[in-house]
């Protein structure tokens, strides 16, 4: 890992302008460093603030106070040098999947045989060579977060923004979905940010699990390193007893937020 951050958020907050006048603030004082090659989850009730800082790394909004520098650097617009997966699919449906990794490339200016051409092996390496001329609809939900997973990987991103992207999938996809996520990332590592609701996920993936409280005002309330070797099979990682351990002691402090989390949210 490098000596300068891959994301440094410093004392951020954010807040938001509502309709009447007054303000939402939604985090409080969130100081968090990503390192370069490093994978960090977190983790948290609903509404607390998850994503809004994913988007402060992403560029879509500045901070309202404190500062966000990527690689050492403030950040000012759009992270040039991050990909984003979202929960919600960002597939274009008229295109097939060899056209939907490859368009990243073809607007930056990639000759389109070539883009095409990488596209391809990007769709080998997800497990989808054979599906390279289906379109989204012609796809599992599953395939579809595999295509999802290529056209961010393909544009070669020095970090890796994650926002609950195998959520909507069931228990077994998540699990094969995840272990995909940490053979490509194994292979040429970048630094991570994957926000999930998942505890256990949390701990299977990443080398630093972050919990934030219940909203308004969120904060960053603990920061754990994950002790388990690597490689990891999710499956076996959770049989350990180091897992459950960390588990144990983590979702001791979370509990209490996630209550408070549920109740705001009217149990939805």
Known sequence: MGETAAVALSEVSIAFRLADGGAYEAVQSATLNVEDGEFVAIVGPTGCGKTTLLNVAAGLFPPSHGRAEIFGAGLDGLNGQAGYLFQQEALFPWKTALENVAIGLEVAGTPRTEA??????????????AFAERYPHMLSGGQRKRVGLAQVLIRDPKILLMDEPFGPLDAQTRQIMGNLLLELWSADRKAVMFVTHDLEEAIALSDRVVIMSAGPSARIMGDWRVPLPRPRDIAEVKLERAFHEL??????????EVMKGYAQTGGG
């Open 116 to 129: 095409r051409y990488r596209a391809q092996d990007w769709l080998t390496r997800v497990g989808l060579g």
């Open 247 to 256: 588990h144990r002691e983590i979702w001791q402090a979370l509990k209490d």
